[in-house]
């Protein structure tokens, strides 16, 4: 018997409609939240917009300004990057040790897991800040426990400009939990064989740490720098709440973000703020491609 | 783990390797004065809610000298606008972002993972281009559109986008798990002359809980955690989130009820802290996943 129904290809239309569909919502995303306010916003940092009056172009002005004539710009990328600098890497090393301790077959693993975890969970919220303003406050806990350990009085860390910027290094490395999971799960990914391999021809630890763990784990520590890094640019919650907004005392703790919000929503800047956007933009571009390009050299990928 | 599946791992099956009970001992002290660390300023805050206000300062101790519990009914009334008020308003933006992001994110990424179309590998490239975008650049422009629209000082621009599958992250870690349910149940169903649509809704939705579930949890808390949307778009008390509310709650009490300060804090603390004790697992796996899985 012939199978009648005979085999019609699908017209193009048929084809495409189904995915085109279901990217409905996307496209509208993407079209309308993300790449054509992009665009938009490329436009506008040519131009004095306001709000209130329309754009007018005034070709690299703003680019000039920056580069040249605004100290704010230039004390707030100061602050940020010495954030960034400093923050990422103790965050990293304290998440890369207690994922070494925990990955011991440690008993109450879950428990510890969970109570490093926790404050990252916590940490991007508005109470958390307010606590931490408390802390490092002149009669706050900090000093409390400086006086009755060693006998200091400890400054007004908040408002003194010599340290509110150090709080919140200690606030973002209190947050390692995020990082510190992605190494536990990294650190499952390598095979046991090769440390029972390692270990019956007598390597000490120290070796097999060097020569296995750490290579092993590159892929993974490379995505937490360029993941924290991108994360620490783009802070803002804890700076805006300790600082009451200003970014003070004397811009100590006016971050990039902070800045560029100020211009925008404080002072409707929007044409400059766009600038200091792309800026922004560039410069994460930069340590993103720069960290890619290292990777060759210390990322071992096992292909 | 398996590849691109949300698994429970192994770890806390796994014995205790063999080592000198001093060593365990170490490590252990180790651990346990880190968690203190960790915790200490989380039970402080805790404590202060409910210490008298000139014990809060100057004592290192956690445990008051008399329970007063009547900062929290101070500082939910306290303001103009009481706190339910903002924990409404949180609650709303919060549970229509989660869905807004479950749905549409989940349809984007069925048709990424599943569906053949032209030019899809190029919009799955500019999609994951996306994550790496600081929202820095659409912030404006964004703000200007919403403002034109009439939205400002409304929930919309909180809550429309999360319906435009704005959040790539939640595409990405849904395509990973959809590339993990085997191909044979929905080819099978396409011979049984099954619509696409019926073998999303029907076949991959089913499937995927887990990974729908780690995307609503996250969507919820950092909807909740929010301080920079809710800070440009809402301008009347009336329409504040619980971090705007607990903002202008630092401001207008200034240095004079720290408890209730503390009591405030600690409450807007509570839904997070839930949502981590009872889905702890799916939050590590997913965080794990989305770390590992490049």
């Known amino acids: ?303 | 783990m398996t590849d691109a599946k949300l698994t429970h791992f192994a770890e806390d099956m796994k014995p205790p390797r063999e080592r000198p009970w001093f060593f365990s001992i170490l490590i252990h002290a180790a651990l346990i004065a880190a968690s203190i660390v960790m915790l200490y300023p989380l039970l402080w805050m805790l404590s202060g809610s409910i210490k008298d206000q000139n014990e809060i300062f100057g004592t290192a101790s956690l445990i008051p000298s008399q329970f007063d519990f009547s900062s929290y009914a101070r500082g939910w009334f306290g303001g103009q606008v009481t706190f339910g008020k903002f924990v409404w308003n949180s609650a709303v933006i919060a549970v229509l972002s989660v869905i807004g992001n479950v749905i549409s994110c989940s349809l984007a990424a069925y048709a990424f993972a599943r569906l053949n179309f032209w030019g899809k590998n190029f919009w799955f490239a500019l999609m994951l281009g996306t994550l790496m975008l600081p929202y820095h650049v659409t912030l404006i422009p964004q703000y200007i559109l919403f403002l034109k629209l009439g939205w400002v000082k409304t929930m919309l621009p909180l809550v429309a986008p999360k319906f435009l599958a704005v959040d790539a992250f939640f595409i990405f870690l849904m395509v990973q798990f959809f590339r993990g349910i085997p191909r044979e149940l929905d080819e099978a169903a396409m011979m049984d002359g099954c619509s696409p649509w019926r073998i999303y809704w029907r076949i991959m939705l089913p499937l995927s809980l887990p990974v729908l579930a780690t995307a609503a949890i996250f969507s919820f808390i950092w909807t909740w955690d929010d301080f920079f949307g809710p800070l440009i778009y809402l301008s009347d008390i009336n329409t504040y989130t619980v971090q705007l509310g607990l903002r202008s709650f630092v401001d207008s009490t200034g240095s004079s009820d720290w408890s209730s300060l503390f009591a405030m804090s600690s409450l807007s603390l509570i839904p997070v802290f839930l949502i981590f004790l009872f889905f702890q697992r799916l939050l590590i796996d997913g965080i794990a996943t989305a770390g590992l899985k490049r």
């Open chain 1, 1 to 303: 018997m012939r199978v009648e129904t005979a085999y019609k290809a699908p017209s193009a239309f048929a084809r495409n409609a189904p995915g085109y569909l279901f990217l409905l919502p996307w496209f509208i995303g993407f079209f309308g939240l993300t790449l054509g306010p992009a665009i938009a916003s490329l436009y506008l940092s040519f131009t004095d917009y306001n709000l209130l009056q329309s754009p007018n172009l005034v070709s690299m002005e703003n680019y000039v300004r920056i580069a040249t004539a605004d100290d704010k710009f230039l004390s707030s990328m100061k602050v940020t990057l010495f954030y960034v600098v400093c923050s990422v890497p103790l965050k990293l090393a304290f998440a890369l040790l207690v994922a070494l301790l925990l990955n011991r077959g440690i008993k109450g693993l879950p428990v510890y897991r969970a109570i490093f975890y926790l404050p990252s969970l916590l940490g991007s919220s508005v109470a958390i800040a307010v606590l931490w303003r408390q802390i490092f406050d002149a009669d706050g806990i900090v000093n409390t426990l400086l006086w009755y350990a060693f006998g200091i009085n400890g400054p007004s860390w908040i408002s003194n400009p010599d340290y509110s910027l150090y709080t919140l290094i200690i606030l973002a490395i209190w947050q390692f939990g995020s990082p510190m999971i992605i190494f536990l799960a990294g650190l499952r990914q390598i095979p046991t064989d090769l440390y029972e391999a390692a270990s019956l021809d007598g390597a000490s630890k120290a070796r097999i740490f060097f020569k296995i763990t750490l290579p092993l784990l590159t892929p993974v520590i490379f995505f937490n720098a360029v993941v924290q890094t991108i994360d620490a640019f783009k802070a803002f919650t804890p700076a805006y709440v300790i600082s009451s907004g200003t970014g003070g005392p004397i811009d100590s703790t006016l971050f990039y973000t902070l800045y560029l919000y100020q211009e925008a929503f404080g002072y409707f800047r929007m044409g400059y703020a766009s600038a200091l956007a792309w800026i922004l933009v560039i410069i994460i571009a930069i340590f993103t491609a720069f960290s890619f390009l290292s990777a060759r050299y210390w990322v071992h990928y096992d292909d």
